[in-house]
């Protein structure tokens, strides 16, 4: 524990106007402070993990009133007393009790500063101090999930482990390095090498969920190209038009319907430049190929959209090839599908879009060709898989760790170099003191 020697108060709840609001003190003094505020019973007498109905006043002025939680040390979040003021939400009422509480002896806290005492005390690790943040800010049930798997310690033990079978290894060597003139051998060559190996199994697992991990995160900015007339506009306006529909469809949602963005099972599409789509001609066509592809480097997906009727196979390629060179994931998509010539009597009926016939088709390899019509709706459902396929590997499972977080990231990448150092040591038969420092 360490031992802080100053109150900290702020609220927990946003600011605004609200039904109920919670203001938060934690240090030494919390419940001494409150007591000055409180008048129905002495707080400082009370048992830990009780709530206490009440008046605030400071002087004469009654401030509001309100229930105090109190968390006596070391069972608290903070594992420092903690007291909870839920108080009525208006940011007058809840201003002018932090105010009596400031008068009585607490200060401000910092942005993070019940977190970051809560990790010096040794309540989490720093792996879950930072889920937390995510956690607060987990928009979907993807972010949920993530943040709430890493807070709970899924990451934290996963690592933990690795790093323990490590550890014993290289005291193993380490030994061995006490023994030196009689060439003892205590760490078994092989065993450390396949431990090696299934470690970097792990961590190349997490290194790759961070593609997912940070789309999950902060979304997929997706871009809408293709030629003029294409329906890119149609396109965006019918997938938006959808996801406006199916948000205001769930009962008791509030969440705010985000322009330019649709979420496909908790993962957000975030569609980036689309204002000119929406409101000029501004097309890939129009703006040379320098500004193209400067546009469409910020996207780490493409929906590359095309006119069935008008578009011929040697024209998509071409198109295409432009498209491939960027190393961007894509998805080629012929549009307008409704309009497609229909049989006159007696002919043969041309091949059906699902077959791919009769229509130019992407070249194999970025899935089936896909046909859709953006004004009727037809086939984007099918879209929408298909976009959630370009972000999701099928091994993914629910309950499997996912890194989020670039510094984690970043960690994994360095570890895994190292262990490469130890695999190439191994291979090279290194003398043990050597070994034993790269591990
Ligand atoms: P953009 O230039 O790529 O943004 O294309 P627009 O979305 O402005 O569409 C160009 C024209 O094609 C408009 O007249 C649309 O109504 C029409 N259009 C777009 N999608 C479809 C479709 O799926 N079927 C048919 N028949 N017409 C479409």
């Known amino acids: 524990m360490i031992a802080f020697d100053d109150t900290i108060v702020a609220p927990a709840t946003p600011p605004g106007t609200s039904a109920i609001a919670v203001i938060r003190l934690s240090g030494t003094q919390s419940i001494e402070i409150c007591n000055q505020l409180f008048r ?203 996801e406006k529909a199916i948000v205001s469809d769930i009962p008791g949602t509030t969440r705010d319907f985000i322009e330019d963005e649709i979420q496909i099972e908790g993962i957000r599409f975030r569609f980036i430049d689309t204002a000119g789509l929406r409101h000029t001609t501004d097309t890939i066509e129009a703006m040379g190929v320098a500004r193209t592809r400067e546009k469409l480097k910020q996207a780490s997906l493409i929906i590359y959209l095309y006119d069935v009727a008008q578009t011929t196979a040697e024209e998509l390629e071409d198109e295409l090839r432009e498209i491939k060179s960027l190393e961007i994931p894509y998805l080629a998509v012929g549009n307008k599908a409704d309009a497609a010539p229909q049989p006159r009597k007696g002919e043969r009926p041309p091949p059906t879009p699902s077959e791919g016939g009769g229509f130019p088709t992407p070249p194999s390899g970025v899935g089936g060709p896909l046909f859709i019509s953006a004004a009727t709706g037809q086939g984007l459902d099918e879209l929408r898989q298909r976009l959630l396929d370009k972000v999701r590997t099928d091994d993914y499972r629910k309950t499997d760790t996912l890194v989020t977080n670039l510094r984690h990231y970043e960690q994994l990448r360095l570890t895994h170099e190292a262990l490469e150092q130890v695999l190439a040591g191994l291979g090279t038969s290194i003398t043990g003191d050597l070994l034993a420092m790269d591990i």
């Open 40 to 242: 129905n019973r002495n707080l400082q007498e009370q048992p830990s993990h009780t709530i206490h109905y009440g008046t605030l006043r400071d002087g004469d002025e009654v401030l509001d009133e309100v229930l105090v939680s109190l968390f006596k040390a070391p069972t608290s979040f903070t594992k420092e007393d903690v007291v909870e003021i839920s108080c009525h939400g208006s940011g007058y009422v809840v201003q002018r009790i932090i105010r009596g509480l400031l008068k009585y002896g607490a200060r401000l806290a910092e942005p993070g500063e019940f977190t970051k005492r809560a990790f010096l005390n040794g309540q989490f690790d720093l792996a879950q101090a930072e889920a937390i943040g995510d956690l607060i800010h987990a928009d979907s049930e993807a972010t949920h999930q993530a943040a709430l798997h890493q807070m709970r310690g899924g990451f934290s033990k996963q690592i933990r482990t690795l790093r323990e079978q490590l550890v014993h290894f290289a005291s193993l060597v380490e030994l061995e390095l006490d023994f030196g003139e009689e060439d003892v051998e205590f760490a078994n060559r092989t065993d450390l090498k396949n431990l090696v190996l299934e470690i970097q199994i792990v961590i190349s697992k997490l290194i790759e969920s961070f593609r997912l991990g940070n789309v999950i995160k902060n979304g997929v900015p997706t871009v809408i190209a293709g030629k003029p007339n294409a329906g890119k506009s149609t396109l965006l306006n019918a997938l938006l038009n959808e």
